[in-house]
């Protein structure tokens, strides 16, 4: 899958990786505040921002695994800083990937738009959510809850991960700084 890669989309995705990590453990703690507020619906308002990095190296790259990878990466990083999940976190990587990965390979990496960054961010959490709900206990919630849960996390996810990355993605092209990389071709917004 990378072969195809120029080093310098390996040292752009890796360089947000890490920076994602360390973003996503902070994240964690400001989750465990608040639930310590409200209760495990909490983190659903946050999990947006666990989804973004694939989205961001995604609209940069513009490469089949270009969501998939550096979200896994991010959460290895993650469990090495420290992350108390450990290695179950990786998968949840992985399939938050896979999620915002699906929605990019549904137009076979041809639109990296607002709507598509969205659906990115949505995939990401209908992924999680299942794996969540799998792993979580969920079943042991009430189903109006664990669909309160289901809705706030896909919202979150298109707007924090979806309308966040874009915005996030749009200011660093707008610095000049990602000249020479997919998204600064002509029709790269298509």
């Known amino acids: 899958m990378l072969k195809s890669w120029k080093l310098k989309e ?68 993650e469990v090495m800083l420290g992350n108390a999940v450990g290695p179950r976190l990786i998968l949840a990587g992985v399939i938050q990937g896979l999620g915002a990965e699906a929605a990019f390979a549904a137009t076979r990496y041809r639109h990296f738009n607002l709507g598509v960054y969205m659906m990115a961010g949505a995939g990401a959490a209908v992924f999680s959510f ?42 660093l092209l707008a610095t000049g700084s990602l000249r020479g990389y997919a998204i600064t071709k002509r029709d790269a917004h298509a």
Do not use: C, Q
């Open 10 to 77: 390996i040292v752009l995705m890796s360089l947000f990786a890490v920076v994602f990590g360390i973003i996503y453990l902070l994240f964690l703690h400001v989750g465990n505040i608040w639930a310590s507020l409200i209760g495990p619906i909490a983190y659903e308002w946050l999990f947006g921002i666990w989804f973004i990095v694939s989205i961001i190296v995604m609209s940069i790259i513009r490469k089949p695994g270009a969501a998939v990878i550096p979200e896994t990466m991010a959460a290895a990083i």
């Open 130 to 171: 299942v794996y969540g709900y799998l792993l979580g206990g969920f079943a042991a919630l009430s189903t109006e809850y664990v669909l309160l849960m289901f809705v706030i996390r896909v919202m979150s996810g298109a707007v924090i991960a979806g309308i966040g990355g874009k915005y996030l993605v749009d200011a």
